[in-house]
């Protein structure tokens, strides 16, 4: 049973492009969170998707933007690339939202982005 | 948006227990204690969570405080393979799984 996976391992972009990252869930989950993990910091949430549709954000600007397919993988989009944005962005997947506790999430071992 | 503080560092001795405390001292009634541990540059593990009682599993204990205001994971022998930051986490229970993570605890497991 594959687990959370994410591709690229490792991109390098220079400011002002553009990045796609995709995250395919732990079999059998249907939601999708993405986090930024800048360097010696605890990941930031960013958003998470479930039925296709964002359904929750943090703290994140519009340049930040994502989607969900119907397989239940996800994309993660940055548009003008800052220096800023260089961390290791991690996916994490769940089974649909709700209040139960045993809605453990699952990481995937994330994309390391360096903007130069 | 963190709701928990850990030390940020720790070191135990290998063979030894591990135990890394988190205050959580605003937490609700419907907050539940999180924690996960990462291992240098990769995905965030999950290792164990709770609402009030103690908690055991193939991994670790986790006791909770009676007034719920902090908690303790527990490693019970400690290894080299135990190295990593440790999270504890704070989570809402509604019908959104975010979690807010912290800095987290370095452990440190010396020979």
């Known amino acids: 049973d594959a687990g959370v996976t994410q591709s690229p391992t490792h991109l390098i972009k220079t400011r002002g492009q553009q990045v796609t990252l995709r995250c395919s869930p732990k079999?059998?989950?249907?939601?999708v969170s993405w986090y930024q993990q800048a360097l010696g910091q605890g990941p930031q949430f960013i958003f998470q998707y479930y039925e296709e549709e964002e359904r929750q954000r943090g703290n994140f600007p519009d340049r930040f933007s994502g989607h969900q397919f119907p397989n239940y993988s996800s994309e993660l989009n940055v548009n003008a690339l800052l220096l800023g944005d260089s961390a290791l962005y991690l996916c994490?997947?769940?089974?649909?939202?709700?209040?139960?506790?045993?809605?453990?999430?699952?990481f995937g071992a994330g994309t390391r982005l360096s903007v130069l | 948006d963190a709701k928990t503080t850990q030390p940020p560092s720790m070191d135990c001795a290998e063979g030894r227990a591990a135990n890394l405390p988190c205050n959580h001292s605003?937490?609700?009634?419907?907050?539940?204690v999180y924690w996960y541990r990462q291992i240098h540059s990769q995905g965030p593990q999950y290792i164990i969570h709770?609402?009030?009682n103690n908690e055991t599993n193939e991994m670790a204990s986790l006791i909770i405080t009676e007034d719920r205001k902090s908690s303790t994971l527990i490693l019970p022998h400690a290894t080299l393979r135990d190295t990593a930051v440790y999270y504890c986490i704070v989570r809402v229970a509604d019908n959104f799984n975010k979690f807010y993570f912290g800095s987290g605890t370095k452990l440190n497991v010396k020979p």
């Open positions: 605003t937490i609700s009634g419907n907050e539940y």
């Open positions: 994490a997947s769940s089974l649909a939202p709700t209040i139960l506790a045993k809605n453990i999430q699952y």
């Open positions: 709770g609402l009030k």
């Open positions: 079999s059998g989950h249907d939601t």
